[in-house]
């Protein structure tokens, strides 16, 4: 019989809650970390998955499925109950990485109905990818095509310097942030037109009064005739 296991590291909630769930999961499956291990071809290997149900650290995603995976008992051999397990452990996995990683506090995932401005949207494409747990500008390039979503790119996104530079990019950045099913995308699509169109009216009324500002100083200028037109003046007076 092995050692028994330390306790789960609590100084991060969510973290620990993560914890709790895979020790769960391989509690019920009566195996060992090894055996996980030895089932996957030793990717990840047996250490990565004591770590992972540790507390002490938040482990990749692609550990967290293994290891949900290796646990699956017979009764989740359905579909259905599979998703159900990943979609948890994705979940809690979110959460520790946002706990742990995030620079800001947000309390919830940002409405995106609410966004009105092109400054609104670019302050919730921030809050969403917080929400999200806070993805390297890598990890998310290597979530998206070749192409589409560069670091350089998602970096000043993240910073606030820039919104992304097409519609393709911004739906790129959303699914790197896990808004991914058509349902969830819509609104913020529909949130992307507004904040244009509201830029678009804004530069329209700005040229108009510009234009406006124009014709009423032109107005104002006296004219002035050249000496040629005030010779010809006075010899017909």
């Not at 909630?13 to 993560?18: S, T």
């Not at 507390?55 to 989740?76: D, R, Y």
């Not at 070749?146 to 606030?160: A, D, E, N, W, Y």
Request: charge should be positive.
């Amino acid at each position: 019989m092995g050692r028994p296991e330390k306790p789960v590291n609590r100084t991060v909630p969510a973290r620990a809650k993560l914890a709790d769930f895979l020790r769960e999961r391989k509690a019920r499956s009566g195996q060992t970390y090894e055996q996980m291990s030895q089932e996957v071809n030793g990717i990840p290997s047996k250490a990565t998955f004591e770590r992972a149900a540790s507390g002490n650290s938040v482990p990749s995603q692609e550990t967290v499925l293994a290891f949900i995976a290796t646990t699956s008992t017979s009764k989740e051999m359905t579909v259905a109950a599979l998703s159900s397990a990943i979609n948890r452990g994705q979940e809690l996995w979110i959460r520790a990485r946002r706990d742990t990683r995030a620079p800001y506090y947000v309390p919830s995932a940002p409405d995106p109905d609410l966004i009105s401005t092109r400054a609104d949207l670019l302050r919730d494409l921030r809050r969403q990818h917080v929400w999200a747990g806070y993805p390297t500008p890598g990890e998310m390039e290597r979530m998206s095509e070749i192409g589409v979503l560069p670091s350089s790119s998602t970096r000043r996104v993240i910073k606030g310097e820039m919104l992304p530079v097409d519609l393709r990019q911004t739906i790129a950045f959303l699914k790197a942030c896990y808004v991914v099913s058509p349902a969830d995308l819509e609104p913020w699509l529909a949130a992307v037109d507004r904040a244009h169109a509201d830029a678009e009216a804004k530069r329209l009324k700005a040229l108009q009064e510009t234009l406006a500002r124009t014709k009423q100083k032109t107005a104002a200028i006296p004219l002035k005739l050249s000496s040629h037109e005030s010779t010809d003046v006075d010899m017909a007076a």
